[in-house]
């Protein structure tokens, strides 16, 4: 089991930047990937960015261009560069690491921007 922990969420002017961590508990080498998601109220959970092991990064097209997730294995953390952030972009954000046969989450950092 691993454990994951997000930070760097917060309040922000629309336009603005913020940079979110996801610290695994042990090496992320370990996983075949790992993931940013945002679920606001009332929404079904969607996929923000996504990192392989190889290093593919997969991006919503809502957040292409704005949004860079990036990976430090020597730091088992994965970055969520998020910039020209919109009011649309509020929501709390969860990331996740999975193999296989298994899919661990953290407990998520809210994001707000204001307009």
């Known amino acids: 089991q691993v454990q994951l922990v997000e930070s760097g969420g917060g309040l922000v002017q629309a336009g603005g930047s913020l940079r979110l961590s996801c610290r695994a508990s042990?090496?992320?080498?370990?996983?075949?990937?790992m993931g940013w998601y945002r679920q606001a109220p009332g929404k079904q959970r969607e996929l923000v960015a996504d990192?392989?092991?190889?290093?593919?990064?997969n991006y919503a097209d809502s957040v292409k261009g704005r949004f860079t997730i990036s990976r430090d294995n020597a730091k088992n953390t994965v970055y969520l560069q998020m910039n020209s952030l919109k009011p649309e972009d509020t929501t709390v954000y969860s990331c996740?690491?999975?193999?296989?046969?298994?899919?661990?989450w953290g407990q998520g950092t809210q994001v707000t921007v204001s307009s």
């Open positions: 042990r090496t992320i080498f370990s996983f075949n990937g």
């Open positions: 990192i392989t092991s190889g290093g593919l990064r």
């Open positions: 996740n690491a999975y193999t296989r046969g298994s899919i661990s």
